[in-house]
């Protein structure tokens, strides 16, 4: 069948989950057994979110192929079990940086270059990337940001001169809020229809409205948004709030949204989703009383999308473990060794986050130290492996100074230090050692035993590395360094072996944890924290 393309528009407020919808909407679309992909467009002038702080933006996501990504990326990857590439997030920095080489080339010799129709061909044949390869029925575009916004216009003028070109092939669902006045006891739609009416003005009619909202819409009321707004009374879709994300594929798909979609885009409807293994993840999640408790000790803890990745692949472990996760965030700026017993001794398992320099370093020490001493489960991922490692050389090796020369350019005992490759560089965009590397796990580590394999492939985002002249005294003292890159000898992994479970991973395996496929070291390390809190409990 010929590539339809689904583009999700958003209206009134952001952050009103169009991720979440796209991301649902492709879940439906596979468990029928069509081939889906998303992508995101981002209205920002940054070329990606690599160097945008996490306030800014919450995580940056990394893909198999090394690109920082907008966190949506990572909803994507978890509803759809589908990994996803730079072709998938284009910014406007992106589109813009390709038209101006195009324009330093001389491809357009002789034509002034202009939004309309330079920027708007770049935004379409972007649009098209994916769908052009032929490996996919759907692709599913969400267009960030909110209409009207000055920055999404060449965006939206991309998209009706795509819906104009592609005619049945193409499809927009636009999402909006309905507010609930408390003190007028009522819903409100009128925003819904202004959002629409904007839309329409730049000459995108929506076929399928979602409206995002706390209290249930009456259907009389949906019939009217409908009238108001030219859509089919059915493609008025209601989005409640959810107990949890992953409820949202069977909320829509219960009021109509795929099969709505299939029809309207005249493809054959032959069978209902195959939902099987998604409900049975549901009803774990459901059904779990028994709780985990997990620490997560960052410096970004007032955002909780600045580790999202990291929640979701601990909420995926646990559920699967039959457990409620219960995970209390940390701040590292404000801990110290008065108060580390009292924050952290009724955690069952503890993360220490990735991150970048100084800011809240010391309290991370702070809490390795702590959970080291009292054999806690602790699982350092990055900046959180790079601070076991440092902690370590202080406390076990008599290494006062030890540190990364990411925070102490001086030390001596540089046990983290700047990866060959990355001494030449200035740039800080794009040029971390980024994307999927393979690791070589030893056969009796935890790791190995987590992932009943010992070679494994996981994501990375960082400059500095484990310094390999310390690893003989870091070994003979009891932390092993039980992972390497097969090519280049990179420490990937540490464990105290004689631990509970004491693992840190150079690697981010969050990045690779999905809602059909969890990922194996969180599933340990869940497991870990489980049997020391019934151990406790005894
Ligand atoms: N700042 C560290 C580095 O660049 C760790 C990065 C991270 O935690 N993602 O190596």
Same mark, same amino acid.
């Not at 102490?408 to 046990?415: L, R």
């Given at each position: 069948m010929e590539t339809k393309y689904i583009f999700v528009t958003g209206g009134v407020v952001s952050s009103l989950g169009k991720g979440i919808i796209s991301s649902s909407l492709a879940r439906l679309l596979l468990s029928r057994g069509y081939r889906v992909t998303i992508q995101k467009f981002d209205p920002y002038i940054n070329i990606d979110p690599g160097t945008l702080n996490p306030y800014e933006h919450g995580e940056c996501y990394v893909t198999v192929d090394g690109h920082e990504a907008d966190l949506d990326l990572g909803h994507y990857e978890r509803f759809t079990n589908t990994q996803t590439t730079r072709a998938n997030n284009v910014t406007t920095g992106r589109i813009y940086q390709s038209v101006i080489d195009k324009e330093r080339r001389g491809d357009y010799l002789g034509k002034t270059v202009q939004i309309i129709p330079h920027i708007t061909d770049e935004i379409k044949r972007n649009v098209k990337l994916l769908g052009n390869t032929g490996q996919f029925d759907f692709v599913i575009t969400e267009i960030g940001g909110t209409v009207g916004d000055i920055e999404s216009t060449p965006y939206l003028e991309a998209v009706r001169q795509l819906r104009w070109e592609l005619g049945d092939n193409s499809l927009c669902i636009h999402l909006t809020y309905v507010p609930y006045l408390k003190a007028a006891k009522e819903l409100k739609t009128k925003p819904t229809q202004h959002s629409v009416k904007l839309l329409q003005q730049v000459g995108i009619q929506p076929d399928v409205l979602v409206l995002r909202t706390e209290q249930d819409i009456p259907m009389g009321m949906r019939r009217k948004v409908a009238q108001f707004c030219n859509v089919a009374p059915e493609a008025v879709i209601q989005s409640l709030d959810a107990p949890t994300i992953y409820q949202v594929p069977l909320m829509m798909h219960e009021q109509g949204l795929d099969e709505f979609v299939i029809k309207k885009m005249g493809v054959e409807c032959h069978q209902e989703p195959n939902l099987e293994a998604w409900n049975n993840f549901l009803a774990k999640l459901s059904s779990a009383t028994k709780e985990v408790k997990i620490g997560l000790v960052g410096k970004y803890v007032e955002l909780q999308d600045a580790y999202k990745s990291i929640s979701e692949s601990l909420s995926h472990a646990a559920t699967y473990n039959d457990h409620k996760l219960k995970l209390v965030y940390i701040h590292s700026e404000k801990l110290t060794d008065k108060d580390v017993e009292e924050k952290l001794s009724d955690m069952d398992g503890v993360i220490i986050a990735p991150g970048f320099g100084q800011r809240g370093i010391e309290g991370k020490f702070v809490a390795i130290k702590w959970c080291r001493e009292n054999d806690i489960p602790t699982f350092g991922i990055c900046l959180g492996m790079q601070c076991i490692v440092i902690e370590y050389a202080r406390n076990v090796l008599g290494l006062a100074d030890a540190n990364s020369t990411e925070m102490?350019?001086?030390? !001596? =005992? =540089?046990?983290i230090d700047l990866m060959e490759e990355q !001494?030449?560089? /200035?740039?800080?965009?794009?040029?971390?050692?980024l994307g999927a590397y393979d690791c070589e796990l030893h056969p009796e580590s935890k790791a190995a035993k987590a992932y009943g394999k010992t070679l494994v492939s996981e994501r990375h985002r960082h400059r500095f590395e484990f310094n390999s002249d310390f690893r003989a005294r870091f070994e003979e003292a009891?932390? !092993?360094?039980?992972?390497? =890159?097969? !090519?280049?000898?990179?420490?990937e992994v540490v464990e105290i072996p004689e631990k509970r479970w004491f693992v840190g991973t150079?690697?981010?395996?969050?990045?690779? /944890?999905?809602?059909l496929d969890p990922n194996p070291l969180f599933m340990d390390f869940i497991k870990a924290a489980i049997a020391f809190k019934e151990e406790k409990n005894k």
């Open positions: 102490d350019t001086a030390t !001596k =005992n =540089n046990v !001494k030449g560089i /200035s740039n800080m965009g794009g040029t971390m050692r009891g932390m !092993k360094c039980v992972g390497e =890159n097969p !090519k280049t000898h990179l420490v150079q690697y981010h395996p969050e990045y690779q /944890s999905t809602v």
